[in-house]
T-cell receptor, first 114, second 112 residues
Framework: DVKVTQSSRYLVKRTGEKVFLECVQD?????MFWYRQDPGLGLRLIYF???????EKGDIPEGYSVSREKKERFSLILESASTNQTSMYLC?????????????FGDGTRLSIL | AQSVTQPDIHITVSEGASLELRCNYS??????LFWYVQSPGQGLQLLLK??????LVQGIKGFEAEFKRSQSSFNLRKPSVHWSDAAEYFC??????????FGRGTSLIVHP
């Protein structure tokens, strides 16, 4: 069974800090994704990656960057955290570039920026 | 533009009652369709998926969904709801891209 692991379930950081959210998947999936989830807004795609060192902007990339140095690991970076980045962050992965493959999600990181 | 609409933000049912959650999609061609469930404090889990063939799809936890091309719908159903089904439900579609489009979700509340 696919396992997507996010390094922290809860995280509290201060405004202006550089924040790293880590995600690891164990099924050799090519695609990895970062979403943020806010009440009433559903899931919004921040960044995705379809291969090592490849990244593409999603719908709301401002204030974020990503890193994918290894196939199994996809990191989300908040360059200078702000209070409006307080949210639930979800990592997902999927197999190859086929559209019929479902995504597999981690349990999420609830990030609070004070 | 491609879109997925879940018209109901909240649905309240009594335990043991039947359930139907609505999902409508707008795509150029029939997309691949998915339903996910998110229990409180957790990530999304795949309930079922539709690619082609039989329009009634069975999933995990006793859920099923029916694809209706004429209505561009993919509604999720369960004949008898359990208290543990209380969760957020997301409909998603993909077609032409491996990046799915998600609906905004429907929150299911189950009364004892």
């Amino acid at each position: 069974d696919v396992k997507v692991t996010q390094s922290s379930r809860y995280l509290v950081k201060r405004t202006g800090e550089k924040v790293f959210l880590e995600c690891v998947q164990d099924m050799d999936h090519e695609n990895m994704f970062w979403y943020r989830q806010d009440p009433g807004l559903g899931l919004r795609l921040i960044y995705f990656s379809y291969d090592v060192k490849m990244k593409e902007k999603g719908d709301i990339p401002e204030g974020y960057s990503v890193s994918r140095e290894k196939k199994e690991r996809f990191s989300l970076i908040l360059e200078s955290a702000s209070t409006n980045q307080t949210s639930m962050y979800l990592c997902a992965s999927s197999f190859a570039r086929e559209t019929d493959q479902p995504q597999h999600f981690g349990d999420g990181t609830r990030l609070s920026i004070l | 533009a491609q879109s997925v609409t879940q018209p109901d933000i909240h649905i309240t049912v009594s335990e043991g009652a039947s359930l139907e959650l609505r999902c409508n999609y707008s795509y150029g061609a029939t997309p691949y369709l998915f339903w996910y469930v998110q229990s409180p404090g957790q990530g999304l889990q795949l309930l079922l998926k539709y690619f082609s063939g039989d329009t009634l799809v069975q999933g995990i936890k006793g859920f099923e969904a029916e694809f209706k091309r004429s209505q561009s719908s993919f509604n999720l159903r369960k004949p008898s709801v359990h208290w543990s089904d209380a969760a957020e439900y997301f409909c998603a579609a993909s077609g032409g891209s491996y990046i799915p489009t998600f609906g905004r979700g429907t929150s299911l509340i189950v009364h004892p």
